[in-house]
């Protein structure tokens, strides 16, 4: 097999030298690593999962059955038709930057690691989850995610193998090193150090972290350093599938609640399935862990990326007309002397607080859906997204209570309230009770409604996973 | 006008802080035929310096020198008298420093110029006039030549700092000449050229008559400024000259100044290539102002540079390693001075390096002849320069590179070193010039204080080095280079990090950098430097000095200064 074939790309490896030596060294690395902290005791299955082998349509999602290790990680920059310069920045209109400008070293590095390190820890989060899987369909969705990330922190580690020299293989063997939830050498976001127990826990990640993704991921794909914008572009092209099974995981587990409740005269408990009201608090609890990624409400690193041109707002090219974002204000709610105040930010400052505002519609985008799913399946009771001063561990509300309507909460009972917002010990003992394999074609575990498609069109007792 | 270039530009161009095109570089070099301010004589073993400031022969337009006062060209003149007496004057054994002007020694530097400087030219004119007087205190101490400062008249601020780096001191006892320190009274601002140092640890006056004397601007004259030390003897005006005679007699009788057949130093005049390039025989500058960094590339001495010392003495100026470190000397104030928009420099040797190592032994092996002991001390004074200049120094060593012996001492002195691994890579290796025979400041050779005065480390490194000659991976292995890459990353890692180290705030580099070339035990010297660099600065730049109501601004006008009397 050649070197292209094992490892399809579109950045000329078979040219560059430095690069191939440094993958040389890092691909054994990363391979022990999925043996030892991928998808646990599948490594051997025949998996139907799509594999990126080019760029261009045909190419891109290429299905077939695969061994999960034989997986052919790749290596792709979306190309761009015409010469796009910093779009924005206090230099905006110079020419993209195509290497490392060394000023710009270390923030780079930052950047590039700090979105490296999510990709592989998500896999080992998720690396019990096919052990419960309700269905071959969506063992199939946990493992395509989990390549992918595999393939996500590929383009990371071509970024620092390419651009950063012996600091940049010294940070993607890093990236192997570290573990998520490893009390010694956790990964670096806290979020990504909450293990992922349970199926329903997936599905609110894929929707709400994996989107956190998909909105770094775009404020990078507008990024005045060209192979960082090229590589974040595609990505986000996978990252769609991840946020649909996201949502739609979710969809389908208030669908079948919303029928069990219907028979069961409104346990749905007894019918075996997920209470509305207690997939309203795993939401609760990811939406809020999902906020935290976005950093500091009022940040001088995030108006530093802005002003140097390496991160911008999400379609920042198309949505805004002024890109140097030097004037104007945003308020930001603060805390002062135990009330919320309005804080005027200069906008620059407030970069990651527009990132959120981005998000946080997205998120209620899906939230009507869901809400519209309920209403088509006849249930009453709604779900909503808590306010995004709520249960959150880092910036300006981090160091108060909130409940999920986003009132500050003072009392002694303060901590009990927000807690009791969240999936409590009952409910993780009900869920994890439900999480038991059915691995049938066709099959589906009776807390989740099947989907209405199948992967590439496939039909419903299609062998996803040849088990 | 000085040599020919216009200097007009200077302070202008100073303000612009990376225009160092279309105009003239400051002329370091000059010869006793063009002094306008010093009236040079030599008498048997006894030379004398005369200051006699021509008012109107100021580097820039705008002030006159009044009151025997001193601009960089009076002390370029100085320095100059004082090279020429090491290598053109060996019969000197004493040299008085005095004043050509009626009852006047000297009043300092220039008000009226450094008001009207920047502070980056202040800066490095002061360092040029602390290096100038420190090589007069090593003149006395390791070329034998008693130095003794004869004031005949008040010698305020610089005036008395001048003669604070002689080795004695008479003045006048006429009832009128004094030396004062008038900085802190008058100016707000502190003498800048090593006098409060030399006060105490030098001249070990009292703290608290010290104190006092810092803060009476018109000084103290006569018997009282003998009985505190500020100076050693106080003779009457009429037996002023025959006092002067006797210790000049006295010290050149016991002078230890080694015999030297006299070698006359020609002009250098590196040649300007358009205005990227400075060209010497062995040294060059490129500088590219756009990217914030120059490129300084020394030639090791070719194959039929002589080490006998008949025919090193018959090379006599043409030595290369005089030549090539008086190159580097210009070339290092060009960088000081002349480009202040240079904030980082690339230093590669290239030739070969046992040429080095055999032209280093030959100069130690006859280190009793006088001229050739004052070409190693000459490297030495050049190098201290290199460290004391105020630009990141990356070493870069490449294939047919020469960092050996008193060329590594580049390397070892630089801020980091990174190498190419290469088949044909660059070797390091040391000589025995490595091994005290160029020390630093504070007194450290490099290779101890590239590890912080561990000594262990430090012979480790430099076992390592006397093997023979070192390969660059056994170099990093040893400490001695910062990053060894293959071909594959050297090129972009060396980009990235000169980049990086461009785009950082130069005043917070010139601070750290200061702070992290000198480890270890501090001497006078050191103090100097380090007191210059931080209190003097510091306080040149305070309201209180150089604010609309500072002192240093309206000296001179009818207002009077206003302070801000909380203490920092
Ligand atoms: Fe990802
Ligand atoms: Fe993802």
Redesign the interface.
């Known amino acids: 097999m050649s070197l292209d074939d094992r490892i399809p790309n579109n950045v000329d490896l078979h040219t560059d030298r430095r690069l191939q030596k440094a993958l040389e060294q890092w691909q054994p690395k990363f391979l022990d690593w999925w043996m030892e902290m991928g998808p646990e005791g599948f490594q051997t299955k025949d998996v139907y999962l799509r594999t990126a082998i080019s760029v261009d349509r045909d190419g891109w999602a290429t299905f077939d059955h695969v061994k999960m290790p034989d997986y052919r990680w790749g290596i792709f920059l979306t190309p761009e038709e015409r010469k796009r310069p910093v779009g924005f920045g206090d230099n905006p209109g110079v020419e993209s930057f195509e290497e490392v400008p060394g000023e710009f070293r270390n923030p780079l590095r930052r950047l590039i690691v700090t979105q490296g390190d999510t990709e592989p820890a998500s896999v080992e989060q998720q690396r019990l989850l096919g052990q419960t899987c309700p269905s071959l369909y969506d063992l199939r969705n946990l493992f395509q995610v989990n390549v992918e990330e595999g393939r996500h922190l590929w383009a990371m580690v071509y970024l620092l193998h390419r651009f950063f020299g012996r600091d940049g293989r010294e940070e993607a063997d890093e990236m192997l090193a570290r573990r998520s939830g490893d009390p010694d050498k956790p990964r670096i976001l806290e979020t990504f150090n909450q293990p992922i127990k349970n199926w329903l826990s997936f599905f609110c990640f894929t929707m709400f972290t994996d989107r956190d993704g998909k909105y770094q991921l775009g404020a990078l794909a507008e990024s005045g350093f060209a192979p960082m914008r090229r590589t974040c572009q595609f990505m986000l092209t996978e990252e769609a599938h991840h946020l649909f099974v996201g949502e739609t995981g979710i969809t389908r587990v208030l669908r079948r609640a919303a029928q069990l409740a219907k028979e069961h005269g409104g346990d749905v408990k007894a019918g075996g399935g997920i209470p509305i009201e207690m997939v309203q608090r795993y939401i609760n609890y990811w939406f809020s862990y999902s906020l935290d990624l976005f950093g500091s409400e009022i940040s001088s690193n995030s108006s530093d990326y802005f002003a140097m041109g390496l991160k911008g707002r999400f379609d920042e090219e198309k949505k805004y007309a002024d890109h140097s974002a030097r004037e104007g204000f945003l308020e930001v709610p603060v805390v002062e002397d135990g009330r919320i105040t309005i804080r005027q930010t200069p906008l620059r400052n407030a970069m990651n607080e527009c990132l959120r505002d981005d998000y946080i519609k997205d998120c209620e985008a899906a939230c009507k859906r869901w809400n519209r799913a309920l209403e088509e399946e006849g249930a009453e009771q709604r779900v909503t997204l808590p306010n995004r001063r709520f249960h959150r561990h880092i910036g300006e509300y981090a160091q108060h209570k909130f409940n999920s309507a986003g009132e500050l909460l003072t009392g002694p009972d303060a901590a009990a309230r927000v807690a009791a917002e969240l999936p409590n010990a009952e409910d993780e003992a009900w869920v994890g009770s439900l999480m038991k394999a059915v691995t049938k074609p066709g099959a589906f575990a009776n807390w989740i409604a099947p989907p209405k498609v199948g992967i590439n069109s496939m039909p419903a007792d299609f062998e996803y996973v040849k088990l | 006008m000085l040599g020919g270039i216009d200097l007009r530009g200077y302070n202008r161009a100073m303000a612009d802080d990376s225009a160092a095109t279309s105009r003239g570089f400051t002329d370091f070099e000059t010869d006793p035929s063009r002094y306008r301010h010093w009236k040079f004589s030599v008498d048997g073993a006894v030379a004398r310096l005369a200051l006699s400031v021509q008012e109107e022969e100021g580097l820039g337009p705008e002030y006159t020198l009044k009151q025997n006062a001193y601009d960089l060209g009076v002390d370029i003149e100085l320095a100059d008298a004082l090279q020429r007496i090491r290598f053109e004057h060996p019969a000197v054994k004493s040299l008085v420093v005095t004043s050509a002007v009626p009852r006047i020694f000297c009043a300092g530097a220039n008000i009226y110029m450094l008001g009207k400087s920047t502070h980056a030219f202040k800066v490095n004119f002061c360092k040029f006039t602390n290096e100038t007087r420190i090589g007069l205190e090593d003149l006395s101490k390791h070329s034998g030549v008693a130095t003794i400062a004869a004031l005949n008249g008040t010698a305020a601020g610089g005036g008395y700092e001048l003669a604070l780096a002689c080795d004695q001191i008479l003045l006048v006892d006429d009832g009128n000449s004094a030396v004062s320190f008038p900085e802190v009274p008058l100016l707000a601002v502190l003498p800048g050229t090593g006098g409060l140092t030399r006060l105490v640890d030098k001249r070990r006056v009292r703290r608290d008559r010290s104190d006092i004397f810092c803060t009476i601007a018109e000084g103290i004259k006569g018997r009282r400024a003998k009985d505190w030390g500020l100076v050693d003897e106080v003779p009457s005006k009429t037996g002023f000259d025959a006092a002067v005679t006797r210790r000049t007699d006295a010290a050149a009788a016991q002078s230890t100044r080694r015999a030297a057949t006299p070698v006359a130093l020609p002009r250098i005049g590196l040649e300007r290539e358009s205005d990227a390039v400075l060209r010497g025989r062995h040294v060059e500058l490129r500088v590219d102002l756009g990217a914030r960094v120059a490129d300084l590339l020394l030639s090791a001495p070719a194959a039929d540079e002589p080490v006998e010392r008949a025919a090193m003495l018959q090379k006599g100026a043409e030595l290369w390693a005089l030549r090539a470190f008086r190159e580097l000397d210009l070339a290092l104030l060009a960088l000081r001075l002349d480009l202040p928009g240079v904030n980082l420099v690339r230093v590669r040797t290239k030739g070969d390096g046992a040429m080095v190592a055999r032209v280093d032994a030959a100069l130690l092996a006859n280190a009793d002849d006088g001229f050739l002991n004052e070409v190693r001390l000459f490297m030495a004074r050049t190098l201290r320069r290199y460290d004391l200049t105020a630009k990141s120094f990356f070493a870069l060593v490449e294939p047919g590179s020469a960092f050996t012996g008193s060329l590594l001492e580049l390397l070892l002195g630089a801020d980091r070193a990174y190498a190419l691994i290469a088949d044909d890579c660059g070797q390091l290796a040391a000589s025995a010039m490595n091994d005290g025979a160029l020390p630093m400041t504070h007194g450290l050779t490099r290779i101890l204080n590239r590890f912080c005065g561990d000594e262990r480390a430090a012979s480790a490194a430099r076992k390592a080095l006397s093997a023979g000659a070192l390969g660059v991976e056994d170099a990093e292995q040893a400490g001695l280079i910062t990053?060894a890459?293959d071909d594959?990353?050297y090129e972009?890692?060396v980009?990235?990090?000169?980049?990086?180290?461009?785009?950082?705030s130069p005043d917070a580099l010139t601070g750290m950098e200061a702070s992290l070339r000198f480890p270890g035990p501090e001497t006078a010297d050191s103090k100097i430097f380090a007191r210059l660099s931080a209190w003097q600065n510091w306080i040149f730049q305070r309201p209180n000095a150089t604010g609309p109501g500072g002192a240093l601004t309206n000296y001179g006008q009818p207002t009077r200064p206003s302070f801000d009397y909380r203490r920092t």
């Open positions: 990053m890459l594959l990353d972009d890692e980009r990235l990090a000169v980049e990086e180290r461009a785009s950082l």
